[in-house]
């Protein structure tokens, strides 16, 4: 499972949009790009996978909850599976993941780690089963 929280420039959007009032476009899609380094508070894609094969995967189908296992907050949760082409050369230990709102370069929204890093070597399919990516709201 991986818990993803907003990054810096969501959260400015946020404030932004409530309290100047300044109009904000909702993403139609939100892609889901993989990386082996932390993407730290900005969202950063600087160690996002590189491979001719790989691509960032949309995310269209979200369930909502009400309250978060740890009894505070709400959050959203993939509804299907994410599954990434088949890696063409090694990517190393895919550890973290950013929620973007374009398929190449975009802004990031949500930022996380996986609780399990997987070591993709070429061959190989990286998958997010269903229910496994939660946006978290405290």
Excluded at 45 to 56: G, K
Aim: proline share 7%.
């Amino acid at each position: 499972m991986a818990e993803f929280s907003k990054t810096t420039f969501y959260e400015q959007v946020l404030l932004n949009q409530l309290f100047s009032k300044e109009p904000f476009n909702v993403p139609d899609v939100l892609y889901l790009a993989l990386c082996t380094g932390d993407p730290g508070p900005d969202g950063s894609t600087a160690s996002e996978i590189s491979d001719p094969a790989y691509s960032r995967q949309p995310i269209t189908s979200w369930t909502a909850a009400e309250k978060h296992e740890s009894g505070s907050g709400s959050f959203v949760q993939n509804l299907l599976d994410v599954d990434f082409p088949q890696a063409s050369v090694d990517w190393g230990r895919v550890a973290y993941g950013v929620l973007l709102d374009a398929p190449t370069g975009g802004n990031a929204y949500y930022k996380g780690a996986f609780d399990v890093a997987k070591e993709v070597l070429a061959g190989d399919i990286f998958q997010v089963p269903a229910g496994e990516l939660k946006v978290v709201e405290d």
